[in-house]
């Protein structure tokens, strides 16, 4: 009897200790992934099994915006828990550690380092991958790593040896290209599979003694959209692939609109369509997503056949939207919401599975939101709000909506129906989600709509700093007093003709 009693308490005893494991976690970030994810329906041909099957055994977020419409400013604020508006990163550069404000600054990553997990990184996490190889000059040696250990950088991998595409305006930048390659459906030259390996070792090499964090960030869809036939093969060849647009979708934008973008590598609508690359570029997007959802598929395997997958906490974001031709461009740096949505899945433990939450969710959110599902100690000074209800029950209430902003006044408020956004010249956009998904019709003039634009108005943010020092590349600022806008470095004026 008493050997039975001693049996049960050691049981209970052993299901405690492994309940108080800290779970592991596995932060995977995609490069310019909007919302053409199978589950979240942007695209209604967009096929990616891995991370729907992730988001049937996690909660998927519906409505997650991105901070800013750029890689270096999101990212830095989602590692941060920090607002662009607060850190004052609008442009592809600085690395904010050169701020003498951020240097010492607990990134998401360290925070979980301080707490006896292993970190570790592979791919594009930061804009600059895992952080400087060599520290600034001025950063003292004492100052902790970004990662404890890096893997391979990733990237664009094998490229063909001249462009595939024709040479694109405004500069035929490199990047601007897409198609089939390599010819010989190798995926293995591909940074992406690269990435991928790397972490599967490390997953399959995980410590036994700590838990880790491990963060995989995988390059593509971003441009150049190269892919491997197969993963074209899964897309019809034809203009069925093509994403709805309004011809005239721009003429009840202010032209501030255009200033956010003025003058980009990123080829505008009418050069697709001039150059029949239209059908082209979203098919190659569309075959590049795909081909990222399986390199991941191969991330979620190896959790499971290590036996790792009920004790370590998945996330999988996109950094911000991409255009495809929607309101006439191709690229990122807008408001709306092909520019600022983005796929956010949790899975793993405390989290409920088969959710999908349709309550606006920021990628601020995931730095407070993971450390709660960690069961670290919470951060006082983190600008995101912790999850964990929705993860719970989709259904919990959330007050906030959510926030993007790209440089200094010019910002959009996200609620669970609508769309609002202010430029820093005052013009203003309001789209009734629900009655008009694709936001074609700016209702910002209508004065019926008074309450809406009040109610919206009072969510911006408070602080809204100017661009840190050494900010560069698509940096604009603005002189109400003078009207001039000032892009890249370059006056722009009201009769300006817009780049094409
Ligand atoms: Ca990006
Ligand atoms: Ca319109």
């Known amino acids: 009897m008493l050997r039975v009693v001693f049996f049960l308490i050691g049981m209970v005893l052993a299901v405690t200790a492994r309940a108080a494991e800290p779970p592991n976690v596995l932060f995977i970030a995609i490069d310019d992934q909007n919302d053409w994810i199978g589950h979240l329906g942007g695209h209604p ?15 998927s977020f519906t409505n997650a915006h991105c901070q800013a419409p750029l890689c270096n400013p999101s990212r830095t604020s989602l590692m941060l828990g920090l607002r662009p508006t607060t850190t004052g990163i609008y442009g592809l550069a600085p690395w904010f550690r050169t701020i003498p404000q951020w240097a010492d600054r607990v990134s998401l990553p360290q925070h979980f380092a301080q707490h006896g997990y292993l970190t570790a990184a592979t791919g594009k996490i930061y804009h600059g991958g895992t952080g400087p190889r060599r520290r600034p000059k001025a950063a003292a040696d004492s100052r902790p790593p970004e990662f404890e250990i890096t893997g391979t950088f990733g990237g664009v991998g094998s490229r063909p040896p001249k462009k595939l595409t024709p040479p694109a305006p405004m500069g ?7 198609g089939v390659w390599p010819p010989d459906n190798d995926d293995t030259k591909k940074g992406d599979y690269q990435v991928a390996s790397w972490t599967v070792e490390q997953i399959r090499n995980a410590p036994k003694d700590r ?12 441009v150049p959209c190269y892919a491997t036939q197969q993963w074209f093969d899964l897309y019809p060849g034809d203009d069925s692939v093509l994403p709805p647009f309004l011809a005239d979708d721009r003429d009840d934008t202010p032209r501030f609109s255009w200033y956010l973008h003025w003058s980009l590598p990123e080829p505008r609508l009418r050069w697709l369509r001039e150059n029949k690359q239209w059908q082209n570029l979203v098919r190659s997007y569309l075959a590049c997503t795909s081909f990222v959802d399986a390199q991941i598929g191969r991330l979620l395997n190896a959790l499971e056949e290590a036996g790792l997958a009920d004790n370590t906490i998945v996330v999988v974001w996109g950094d911000h939207g991409w255009h495809l031709g929607e ?8 408001l709306w919401d092909r520019g600022t949505k983005v796929p956010l899945i949790f899975a793993g433990p405390g989290v409920t599975a088969g959710q999908q939450c349709s309550q606006p969710a920021e990628l601020l959110d995931i730095y407070p939101t993971l450390i709660d599902l960690a069961g670290l100690p919470a951060r006082v000074d983190l600008e995101g709000s912790s999850l964990v209800p929705q993860l719970t029950n ?11 902003s790209h440089n200094q006044g010019n910002h959009a408020v996200r609620s669970e129906r609508w769309r609002y956004i202010q430029y820093a010249d005052g013009t203003e956009e309001l789209y009734d989600m629900e009655a008009d998904p694709h936001e074609w019709q700016n209702l910002a003039g209508d004065p019926g709509q008074a309450a809406v634009l009040a109610a919206h108005r009072r969510w911006l943010p408070t602080i809204d700093r100017p661009p840190a020092p050494g900010s560069a590349h698509r ?3 603005y002189d109400p007093a003078t009207d001039e806008a000032i892009w890249e470095g370059t006056t722009v004026r009201r009769a300006d003709t817009i780049p094409q």
């Open 172 to 178: 035929n930048h490199p990047a601007m290209d897409w």
């Open 211 to 222: 838990p880790f964090f491990l963060a995989a960030g995988f390059f593509l869809p971003h």
């Open 475 to 477: 940096v604009l600022t």
């Open 45 to 59: 041909l967009a096929k990616t099994p891995h991370l729907d099957a992730l988001a049937a055994r996690g909660t």
């Open 327 to 334: 309101k006439a461009i191709t690229g990122k740096n807008t």
């Open 394 to 404: 989709a259904a919990a209430p959330r007050a906030r909506p959510a926030l993007t």
